[in-house]
Nanobody, 124 residues
């Protein structure tokens, strides 16, 4: 089992920045790829970014590429999502998730463990 707890969400104006954190406990954090997903009201959960177990590979959704950066600190069992140049359309609940697989994993079904989510609201 892996327990995931997100933090760092909040209300920010368009053009601003936020950094989300996801703290993991339980099984060996460094053996999992870690992803971020988001879900806006009335919409399906969508992939945002994923980072490999070593941090050497990262992939992003086109909608956030160049604005968001995913990173991890295996010594702290934490994954981060730095979000810059935020737009109102980035408003959503953001979830982190852990996967035993590797690569460009966009499908939520590839992730075994999920956090409870943190709300990000971007005002125009």
């Amino acid at each position: 089992q892996v327990q995931l707890v997100e933090s760092g969400g909040g209300l920010v104006q368009a053009g601003g920045s936020l950094r989300l954190s996801c703290a993991a406990s339980g099984r060996t954090f460094s053996s999992f790829a870690m992803g971020w997903f988001r879900q806006a009201p009335g919409k399906e959960r969508e992939f945002v970014a994923v980072i490999g177990w070593s941090g050497g590979s990262t992939y992003y959704a086109d909608s956030v590429k160049g604005r968001f950066t995913i990173s991890r600190d295996n010594a702290k069992n934490t994954v981060y999502l730095q979000m810059n140049s935020l737009k109102p359309e980035d408003t959503a609940v953001y979830y982190c998730a852990a996967s035993p697989y590797s690569g460009y994993m966009r499908r939520a079904s590839l992730y075994d463990y999920w956090g409870q989510g943190t709300q990000v609201t971007v005002s125009s």
